[in-house]
């Protein structure tokens, strides 16, 4: 582990991104209006170009971009853009051998802290 005042490597740069991705899906709109899933949809077309790490960027854009359309974002609202969120997350923990997460958890994890109070 490399001291948290140096530059990120590959690790740590995805632990923070996926802590921004999840927090941008935890407050989420219910019900996101037409603006904000265009916003949305936005962000994550730039995003998966720009992120830092190019092999992680081309493939993430390479899984959304699936010719079946199964893997394009889920905008309409928190739910399912959290449940959309933690499945692109787990495509990238089995490519990286990690276990996957169960989704039904994703909001406990993210947005509402565990059943048991810990996070209260
Ligand atoms: P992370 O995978 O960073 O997860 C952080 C925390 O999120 C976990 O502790 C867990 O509590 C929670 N979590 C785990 N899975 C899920 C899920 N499915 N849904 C919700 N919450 C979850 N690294 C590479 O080496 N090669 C790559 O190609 C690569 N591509 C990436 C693509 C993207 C878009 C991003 C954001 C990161 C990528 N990374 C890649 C980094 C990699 O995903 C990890 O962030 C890094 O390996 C650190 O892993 P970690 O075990 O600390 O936990």
Not at 98 to 103: A, G, I, L, P, T
């Amino acid at each position: 582990e490399i001291p948290s005042d140096c530059p990120p490597d590959v690790e740590q740069l995805g632990r923070s991104t996926w802590t921004l991705l999840h927090t941008m899906a935890a407050t989420y709109p219910e019900k996101a209006s037409a603006q904000h899933q265009e916003d949305m949809q936005g962000f994550l077309k730039f995003f998966s170009k720009l992120y830092p790490c190019w092999v992680c960027a081309d493939d993430f854009k390479t899984w959304m971009a699936h010719p079946s359309g199964r893997n394009q974002p889920k905008l309409g609202g928190r739910k399912e853009f959290g449940w959309w969120m933690c499945e692109a997350h787990n495509e990238v923990n089995r490519k990286l051998g990690k276990k996957e997460f169960d989704c039904r958890l994703w909001e406990e994890r993210w947005r509402t802290g565990w059943k048991d109070g810990r996070c209260d």
